[in-house]
Nanobody, 113 residues
Framework: QVQLVESGGGLVQAGGSLRLSCAAS????????FAWFRQAPGKEREFVAA?????HEYYADSVKGRFTISRIKNTMFLQMNSLKPEDTAVYYC?????????WGQGTQVTVSS
């Protein structure tokens, strides 16, 4: 029943901005911890950012100061500023539910130099 619906991926020039969204479809309000991961071709999937129900935020060193994660109930956002070509990857939404982690389908983010 629970699904993650992502949006906001696309092509952007270096130095530009992009905003990703991820919504967890559930019957009622849930206190999920949300997270973003990304995976570039030939690379392992890596942690990007996470936000707890309390609003506490966590960031990978590579995106600190440039990315901002936030949430409203079961919808999570990732505001990406000052994008670099190195940020090019498929970005995945993840929700930590009591039944186990749930992954989104992934959205492609491409940053041109």
């Amino acid at each position: 029943q629970v699904q993650l619906v992502e949006s906001g991926g696309g092509l952007v020039q270096a130095g530009g901005s992009l905003r990703l969204s991820c919504a967890a479809s559930v019957r009622s309000f849930s206190r999920y911890t949300f997270a973003w991961f990304r995976q570039a071709p030939g690379k392992e999937r890596e942690f990007v950012a996470a936000v707890r129900y309390s609003g506490h935020e966590y960031y990978a060193d590579s995106v600190k100061g440039r990315f901002t994660i936030s949430r409203i109930k079961n919808t999570m956002f990732l505001q990406m500023n000052s994008l670099k070509p190195e940020d090019t990857a498929v970005y995945y939404c993840k929700a930590f539910t009591r039944a186990g982690p749930i992954w989104g389908q992934g959205t492609q983010v491409t940053v041109s130099s």
